[in-house]
C-alpha cells in the first residue's frame, strides 16, 4: 500500500486533529515501529506499527468509541443471547461502531456499565492489577450487624479457597424491613457482591453499581447512554495510568 503522511493517518483514525497530529509528532510523541517521527514522514497504514504516547493508533479509519449505558434490570450483558432473553445491544439504538462491555453486570442487576471498540482501553479497565475501583448500591432483607461489616470489609470466601479482597462497606440507610449499602470494590469475580452477601447471611433485593473509578451515572435512566466526556476519560484513563489523549464530542442517545 502506498504510504501516507503520518498526520493525516492519526487524524484519519480519529485520535485527533490534523494540526494536534502535527504538534504531536514535532513534540516526538508519534513513533513508526518504535522510531520516532519527524513533519514529513510517511508511513503504511496497514502494515506499519503507529503509536501515539505509547498508544497505538487505529490506522483502518475506525472511530473509537467511549459510551456509559444505564443498564436496567432484566437485560444481560452480551451481544447477543441463544434463549432470546433481552441483552444490552437493544439498547444501542444509533451507534454505528461495534462496541463491547468492559466487565459485565449480571441480568438481574443494575447500573453503570461502560462500553467500548477500544480493545487497549477495555483490558486496563478489567485488569485485576490495575485495582479499578466501582461502587454498588445494595439493598438487603435484613438489619445489617456490625459483625457483618467487618466480615465483608476484613474478605470473604465466596468459594472454596477464594477471598475477596479487603473492600469499603458503608450503612447508607437503615428500616424495619431492609438495610441500604454500599459497596467500593477493586476487583472484579463473577456475581462478586451477591455473593459476598450470601457469605454472611444477607439476602439481595437489588444491586445496583453507580459509579466505576469516580465515573457516576449521572443523570441516565434505565436504558439510556451517552458518550463519555473529556472529563470522564480523563479520569479512567487515570485510573488506569493512561495519559489522557482523547477527543470525545459525541453527544449521547436513549432507548427508543
Request: with cysteine; hydrophobic share 30%; charged share 30%.
Amino acid at each position: 500500500m502506498e504510504k501516507v503522511r503520518l498526520q493525516k493517518i492519526i487524524a484519519d483514525s480519529g485520535y485527533c486533529s490534523r494540526r494536534r497530529a502535527e504538534q504531536y509528532i514535532q513534540n516526538g510523541e508519534v513513533k513508526v515501529n518504535g522510531r520516532p517521527c519527524s513533519i514529513g514522514d510517511k508511513a503504511d497504514p496497514r502494515n506499519d506499527l503507529i503509536t501515539v504516547n505509547g498508544e497505538k493508533i487505529r490506522a483502518d479509519g475506525v472511530t473509537l468509541r467511549y459510551i456509559k449505558l444505564y443498564k436496567p434490570r432484566g437485560y444481560v450483558t452480551t451481544m447477543s443471547d441463544e434463549q432470546g432473553r433481552k441483552t444490552i445491544t437493544d439498547l444501542l439504538d444509533g451507534i454505528e461502531e461495534r462496541v463491547y462491555p468492559i466487565g459485565r453486570l449480571d441480568r438481574t442487576s443494575e447500573g453503570l456499565l461502560l462500553l467500548t471498540n477500544d480493545g487497549s482501553f477495555a483490558n486496563d479497565i478489567m485488569h485485576p492489577t490495575k485495582h479499578v475501583a466501582k461502587t454498588y448500591r445494595v439493598t438487603v432483607a435484613e438489619k445489617v450487624t456490625e459483625e457483618q461489616i467487618n466480615k465483608l470489609m476484613a474478605g470473604v470466601e465466596i468459594e472454596p479457597n477464594v477471598m475477596t479482597r479487603p473492600c469499603i462497606v458503608n450503612i447508607l440507610l437503615e428500616e424495619e424491613e431492609r438495610t441500604v449499602l454500599e459497596f467500593i470494590i477493586k476487583e472484579g469475580k463473577n456475581r462478586q457482591i451477591r455473593r459476598m452477601c450470601e457469605a454472611v447471611n444477607l439476602t439481595v433485593k437489588r444491586l445496583r453499581r453507580t459509579s466505576i473509578a469516580g465515573v457516576k451515572l449521572g443523570m441516565l435512566k434505565p436504558g439510556e447512554y451517552a458518550d463519555l466526556t473529556k472529563e470522564e476519560m480523563r479520569i479512567l484513563r487515570s485510573a488506569i495510568g493512561q495519559q489522557d489523549n482523547t477527543a470525545n464530542g459525541r453527544k449521547g442517545g436513549k432507548r427508543r
